[in-house]
């Protein structure tokens, strides 16, 4: 699998910027109200036109992104929105064609989990996935108070490339955020071993 040679290489970068992180303290935790949590229940989305599929939640909705921070949104960018929590799942999808090659794909995934929250993070893990449809990816979990603590992508190495990222509409705080996080983080790993292509909407 293409995916694994990159690790080697990114895993030193990794260390390089990680190491430039200080020691913190950890003062007394404050409390914070009880919430009530839906039952896990998935409904499918399989839009017409669209290269992919997967299972989200039926407290959530699926939404048509028109932009994320400088970037274009693409045709098939969209956000699984979960307005009770005022979180997000971003994800964004690009063919792998002579425009998007697959090295620069895998290069941007790692740039956007290091690069772009590297001063934030008090640590960073990545790992190695296979799905049940056969794709493999590569899962970021991001330790302190960063814009977002879970990402991830996965390929076929050949013609897809999917992102996804669990955002909050909220100052990032990872005691705050702690439990909603982690409930969110299942409905996002259950969207990734429940993903498929659908061939006939991936336009060249």
């Not at 959530?60 to 979960?82: G, L, P, Y």
């Not at 772009?116 to 008090?122: E, V, Y």
Request: proline share 4%.
């Amino acid at each position: 699998m293409r995916v694994k040679k990159f690790i080697g290489f990114f895993l030193i970068t990794a260390i390089t910027l990680t190491s430039c992180n200080s020691p913190y303290t950890v003062g007394k935790k404050r409390g914070y109200f009880a919430i009530d949590f839906p039952d896990k229940q998935y409904q499918t989305f399989d839009q017409p036109g669209y290269p992919y599929t997967f299972e989200y939640p039926v407290y959530a909705q699926v939404k048509k992104d028109s932009t994320f921070f400088q970037d274009r949104a693409e045709d098939w960018w969209i956000n699984v929105e979960f307005p009770r929590f005022a979180g997000r799942i971003h994800i964004s999808y690009k063919p792998i064609d002579n425009r998007n090659k697959f090295d620069s794909l895998v290069e941007d995934g790692y740039r956007m989990a290091y690069r772009q929250h590297i001063n934030m993070a008090t640590g960073i893990k990545d790992s190695v996935f296979s799905t049940p449809a056969g794709m493999e990816g590569i899962y970021f979990d991001l330790g302190g108070n960063t814009a977002t603590a879970n990402q991830f992508f996965v390929t076929d190495s050949t013609q897809h490339f999917l992102r996804g990222a669990l955002y909050f509409d909220a100052t990032p705080n990872a005691d705050s955020l702690g439990v909603v996080n982690n409930f969110l983080k299942k409905d996002l790993l259950h969207l990734i071993q429940t993903l498929r292509w659908r061939e006939t909407g991936n336009k060249k």
